[in-house]
C-alpha cells in the first residue's frame, strides 16, 4: 500500500520495522520511528508558528538529515518544500526564496551564518529557524523540535497537490520553480524502487548533493519507500566514499562519471578497503566511457553499473536501465512501464527509425508546470506532454541513447553536429582521458566545434594529432577547429561537467577562416 503524502514515503517500513535503521551519518544512526517522529516535530512546529497549506518552506542545507525531517515535515501539513542549490550565489538565492513566497526558511549548522545573511534579504521571510545559538531573531532548530509533541494527526492528501518546489539551475535565465505532486512522486519512487530491485537489505551511499535529484531519486525516495538505509557523507570526498564504503557495507552507489573517475584513482586507499559490498551503481548525467566501466569492474567485482536520465520537470525518470534484463552500452535505458516517451523534430513529428529527436514525454510523476510561469508552463507542457528540450536517440529494440540538449547542438553552416557524438569519438584517442566539445563563434560557419580535452597521465598528443585522429573516423564539418588542452575539466556544484563555463571560454574567442 503506497502512502498519499511523500512526507510519509515510509510507512510501510515505519510499521513493519520501526526499529531498523533508516539513516547513518557519522556516528549516528537513526531509525525508521525515530525519523518518524522527528519530522511530526517538524510539522508541528511549522504548524505553531503558523504554516499551513500551500505554504513554501526554504530549506538551506548542505548534506545533512535534518534535511529530510525539513523536507518531509512541511509536507506532511500540506505545505511545499523549496530545497534550495546552495551552490547557487546569494542574488540567485535570494531571487528563488522571494520568488517562491517562502514564509520559513530552515537551515543547518553549516549554512546558518549564510541563511541570516539572505534572511536579513528577503523581508517576507517570517520565522528563520537554524541549528545552532539563537541570534538575530532565528529560532533554535533542536530545542524548538524538543518543545513540541512527537505525534501528529494525520491529514488526508490529494495526488494533485504540490510538495515539493525544487528550482532549475537558471543556465538559461532566471531559476524556475518546478511544481511537483504528492501522486506523481510516489508512483516515480515506487517505479524507481522496481527498477533497482531495492528492498530493506540494501544500504545506498549518499554523497551527492541531498537537494539534487541524483540523490533524490537514484536513493532517497525509493530507499525510505522500500526500507532500506542509506549513508549520508557532508559532501563528495573519494577518500571518504571508499572508507564509507567499507566501515558501513554500502551495497548501492549513485553519481556521476566524474565522481567514480575520481573514487577509482584512488589506488592507495582502495587498496586498504573492502569493496565487495557494492551490488550495484547507478550512473547519471553523461555516459560512462569503456575504460571506466572496465576499471570500475576490476575494483567493485561483485557491482553491476547503470546509466541512466533524468531532469526534474521530467517525474524526474521517464527512462531508466533496470537492474535485472538486458542493458546496452551507452544506453540509459527504456521508457518506464507506465511512461509514454517518444522523440519529435523540430515540426513536432514524430521521428522514424534511429533518427535524432526531442524527446517528449506523459507520465504519472510529471511535474504541474512552473510556479508563476504560465507562459512557460504552456510551452514547455502540451496537450499533457513534456516537451524536455533534450535529444535522445532510439534503437529498433526501444532502447534510449542520450545524444545531447537542443540548446548544446552546434550548427555549422547548415549542418547538425552533436558535441557528445564528436567527444565519443575523441574519447576513442589513447591519449585522451577526458573531452567535452562546444560551439565557439565562426565569422563564416556561425559556430564551429571546439574541444577542451585532458591527456592520460604519461601521454602527451598534440592539437594536431587529436584532429587528424578525429578527421579518420568523424565528418570532416564535425571536427574540433580547436583542441585546448586542460588538467581538469570543470565541474559544477552537483560534481556535473560545467559546459556553460566552456561555452563560455570558447565563446571569448572567435574563430575565423
Not at 238 to 262: C, F, N, Q, S, W
Request: charged share 25%.
Amino acid at each position: 500500500m503506497l502512502p498519499d503524502n511523500v512526507g510519509r514515503l515510509f510507512d510501510v517500513p515505519l510499521a513493519l520495522l520501526p526499529d531498523r535503521v533508516a539513516i547513518i551519518q557519522g556516528d549516528r544512526e537513526l531509525t525508521f520511528a525515530q525519523l518518524d517522529a522527528r519530522c511530526d516535530r517538524m510539522a508541528n512546529a511549522l504548524r505553531e508558528l503558523g504554516v499551513g497549506p500551500g505554504d513554501r518552506v526554504a530549506l538551506m542545507f548542505s548534506n545533512d538529515f535534518r534535511f529530510l525531517e525539513s523536507l518531509f515535515g512541511p509536507m506532511r501539513l500540506g505545505a511545499v518544500a523549496v530545497p534550495l542549490n546552495t551552490r547557487m550565489g546569494d542574488d540567485a538565492l535570494q531571487y528563488v526564496v522571494d520568488d517562491a513566497e517562502a514564509v520559513v526558511m530552515i537551515a543547518n549548522r553549516a549554512m546558518a551564518e549564510r541563511a541570516r545573511g539572505l534572511a536579513a534579504r528577503v523581508p517576507r521571510l517570517k520565522h528563520l529557524i537554524v541549528e545552532g545559538p539563537a541570534a538575530d531573531g532565528a529560532l533554535e532548530y533542536e530545542p524548538l523540535l524538543a518543545a513540541v509533541s512527537p505525534a501528529l494527526e494525520r491529514r488526508p492528501t490529494g495526488a494533485d497537490e504540490i510538495c515539493m518546489q525544487p528550482y532549475t539551475s537558471g543556465s538559461t535565465g532566471k531559476p524556475k520553480g518546478v511544481l511537483l505532486a504528492h501522486g506523481g512522486q510516489i508512483w516515480n519512487a515506487d517505479a524507481l524502487r522496481k527498477a533497482a530491485l531495492v528492498d530493506d537489505t540494501e544500504r545506498g551511499l549518499v554523497a551527492v548533493p541531498l537537494f539534487h535529484k541524483n540523490a533524490m531519486a537514484g536513493v532517497v525516495k525509493p530507499f525510505l519507500l522500500a526500507g532500506g538505509s542509506m549513508v549520508i557523507l557532508p559532501g563528495f570526498d573519494a577518500k571518504e566514499v571508499i572508507r564509507a564504503i567499507d566501515r558501513h557495507r554500502v551495497t548501492y552507489l549513485t553519481g556521476v562519471p566524474a565522481m567514480y573517475k575520481m573514487i577509482l584513482v584512488e589506488a592507495e586507499t582502495l587498496s586498504l578497503a573492502d569493496m565487495s559490498s557494492v551490488r550495484y551503481a547507478v550512473v547519471g548525467s553523461a555516459e560512462v566511457p569503456d575504460e571506466l566501466m572496465a576499471e570500475f569492474k576490476r575494483v567493485f567485482t561483485r557491482a553491476e553499473i547503470a546509466e541512466s536520465y533524468g531532469l526534474t520537470e521530467g517525474g524526474p525518470v521517464p527512462i531508466t536501465n533496470t537492474r535485472w534484463g538486458f542493458k546496452k552500452r551507452g544506453s540509459c535505458g527504456l521508457a518506464f512501464p507506465g511512461a509514454d516517451v517518444d522523440l519529435v523534430d523540430e515540426a513536432g513529428r514524430v521521428v522514424d527509425g534511429e533518427g535524432v529527436g526531442e524527446l517528449i514525454t506523459r507520465n504519472p510523476g510529471l511535474a504541474q508546470g512552473y510556479w508563476k510561469l504560465p507562459e512557460v508552463t504552456a510551452r514547455k507542457f502540451r496537450d499533457g506532454w513534456l516537451h524536455t528540450g533534450d535529444l535522445l536517440r532510439r534503437d529498433a529494440d526501444g532502447y534510449y541513447y542520450f545524444i545531447g540538449r537542443k540548446d548544446d547542438m552546434i550548427n555549422v553552416a547548415g549542418e547538425n553536429v552533436y558535441p557528445k557524438e564528436v567527444e565519443d569519438i575523441l574519447l576513442h584517442h589513447p591519449g585522451l582521458r577526458d573531452a567535452c566539445v562546444v560551439p565557439a563563434p565562426h565569422a563564416v560557419k556561425g559556430a564551429v566545434p571546439v574541444a577542451y580535452v585532458v591527456a592520460r597521465e604519461g601521454a602527451s598528443p598534440s592539437e594536431a594529432d587529436v584532429k587528424a585522429f578525429f578527421l579518420e573516423r568523424g565528418a570532416p564539418y564535425a571536427h574540433p577547429r580547436r583542441v585546448v588542452f586542460l588538467e581538469a575539466l570543470p565541474l559544477g556544484g552537483t560534481g556535473k561537467l560545467d559546459r556553460a563555463a566552456l561555452r563560455d571560454r570558447a565563446r571569448a574567442e572567435a574563430i575565423g577562416e
